[in-house]
């Protein structure tokens, strides 16, 4: 099959640096693979790496694992390679069952994150080095070779060693070695994390344009939130060696379905509470903490079930809440609580205020903006009103979670750092 493809002048990435017409000989490239986990359980003697993980992922889709250190992402993806064997239930490609299979029968390969080039051979036969263990026809070679090398842009490097070439271009070959035999689906174990913050998001881009162009299913494996919210179609939380979210990187981010997925995606602001009305498109929430005194009742979006009397947890992001000297006003579809700042952090991009309410500390980032209701600079201990959207408060189903430290230490060594500080450092404005 060919496949043509047109490359624009202005488009960023490494294979789009000129304008050009090129005609792809892809056979096999354009078979997707769908994976079926069933059932899968990996133990080492009575350690269980992965529990139970039932799955499937799409063929031609981006997917990432993505979890802690030590939660079985890196074994999911070794036992879909053929390195490692389930101790219970079966892996399929395309409706086919490979869990027998050894590794190098599978429509599947791999990069790793030091990507494995073999220092003594040249560019061009660290790209060959499967089709000639193969024994492809040398012609036969030579074609796919030279054409996944224009692919990538490193045809006139092909005689380079891989000492010889910067880390971006390894990965580039890396991917060249691994498609050039063309597999339904590429698996990539951390493949960036060695590289620095720059490249890492140039090869990222590049990634993801590679995965366009050949369509084929890439598994992806991260601890990097940002990398895996970035990159891909789909992400699958992991915990403890279970699966504890599926879903598109922005409904994971805006609504995560436990404490667990609220925490590792980003910050929040956790707030226990117990469902008192439950109204067509929100609910009232008695919370946990108090304000003179007084249960405080917030609005708040709901996906699941609840009960009226139920005790649920609230999540709500930091970036969701606007803090200001002066009162939003009475706004229906808004929270407004007052506050004092305990604490101001700046972090270039944003300053992070933790702000208290009753007993509660609401972690809070303000961007530096010039448009905001306050002309001068928020300052330690001032009263202050946070505001949000009722829908950016929603419900996540578990009751309890331990308290998240706030890293505002001890009222002595607050007051320490104030006077440390001679000045109080403001928020900016
Ligand atoms: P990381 O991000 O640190 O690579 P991971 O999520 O990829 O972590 P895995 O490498 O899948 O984690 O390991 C999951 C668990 O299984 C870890 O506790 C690890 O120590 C354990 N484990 C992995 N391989 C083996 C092995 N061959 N023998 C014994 N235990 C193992």
Known sequence: ???????????????????????????????????????????????????????????????????????????????IAGFETPTEGRIYIDGLDITDLSPYKRPVNT????????????????????????????????DRVERILNIVQMFDQKHKYPNQISGGQKQRIAIARALVNEPKVLLLDEPVSALDLKLRQKMIIELMNIHDLFSITFIYVTHDQGEAMSLSDKIAIMNHGK???????????????????????????LISGTVKAIHE???????????????????????????????????????????????????SDFNILKGQI??????????????????????????????????TALDWEENVFLYWHDTDSFVIKEENFEKQELGIGSQELRDKRIEANGKRQKGVK
């Open 111 to 142: 990069i790793f994150q030091n990507y494995s080039l073999f220092p003594h051979m040249r560019i061009f036969d660290n790209v060959a080095f499967g089709l000639k263990i193969k024994n492809l026809p040398k012609n036969e070679i030579i």
């Open 281 to 331: 498109d929100y609910i009232e929430v008695e919370t946990g903490f108090s304000q003179n005194n007084e249960k405080i009742l917030l609005d708040s979006t709901y996906t699941q079930d609840v009960s009226i009397g139920e005790k649920i947890t609230l999540s709500l992001r930091p970036e969701k809440i606007a803090v200001s000297r002066r009162s939003p006003g009475s706004q």
């Open 342 to 375: 305990e604490d101001i952090l700046y972090l270039g991009t944003h300053t992070q205020y933790i702000i208290k309410v009753g007993d509660q500390l609401f972690k809070v980032f303000s961007q530096h903006k010039k448009v905001y209701f306050d002309d």
């Open 1 to 79: 099959m060919y496949f043509s493809l047109f490359l624009d002048k202005n488009a960023p990435f490494f294979f789009m640096a000129k304008s050009f017409t090129i005609m792809v000989h892809l056979g096999g490239l354009c078979e997707l693979g769908e994976i079926r986990l069933e059932g899968i359980t990996k133990k080492f003697d009575d350690f269980v790496a992965v529990d139970n993980v039932n799955m499937i992922i799409e063929d031609g889709k981006l997917f990432s694992f993505l979890g802690p250190s030590g939660c079985g992402k890196t074994t999911i993806l070794r036992m």
């Open 243 to 269: 699966i504890v979210q599926i879903g598109l990187p922005d409904d994971i981010y805006e609504r995560p379905n436990s404490i667990f997925s609220a925490h590792f995606i980003g910050d929040t602001n």
